[in-house]
């Protein structure tokens, strides 16, 4: 079993920043892919960033303006948010999957239980 908590979400107004941040634990989980995915009311959960072994990956709505980074540990996943827009809205989620960065939802294994983040216009 592998517990993820999730903090940093928030309030912010457009253009602004926030950083989200992902704590595992319960197993080692270094080789693993770890994303971030997002929900906003009445929508999919979409895909946001992953950093795996075999590299990183952002969706295009957020490329240019979200950098997702891993610490040394490996099991502690962040995702810097920057120039954010009203359009960012939505509950963030932390998810981990054995193998590389998956932009498939279905095919992650363990998932926190959100962070809201608001961007305000």
């Known amino acids: 079993q592998v517990q993820l908590v999730e903090s940093g979400g928030g309030l912010v107004q457009a253009g602004g920043s926030l950083r989200l941040s992902c704590a595992a634990s319960?197993?080692?989980?270094?080789?693993?892919?770890m994303g971030w995915f997002r929900q906003a009311p009445g929508k999919e959960r979409d895909f946001v960033a992953g950093?795996?072994?075999?590299?990183?990956e952002y969706a295009d709505s957020v490329r240019g303006r979200f950098t997702i980074s891993r610490d040394n540990a490996k099991t502690t996943v962040y995702l810097q948010m920057n120039s954010v827009k009203p359009e960012d809205t939505a509950v963030y989620y932390c998810?981990?999957?054995?193998?590389?960065?998956?932009?498939?939802?279905?095919?992650?294994?363990?998932w926190g239980q959100g962070t809201q983040v608001t961007v305000s216009s």
């Open positions: 950093i795996g072994w075999n590299g990183v």
């Open positions: 319960g197993r080692t989980i270094s080789s693993w892919a």
């Open positions: 998810a981990v999957r054995r193998g590389p960065v998956h932009t498939d939802s279905v095919l992650y294994d363990y």
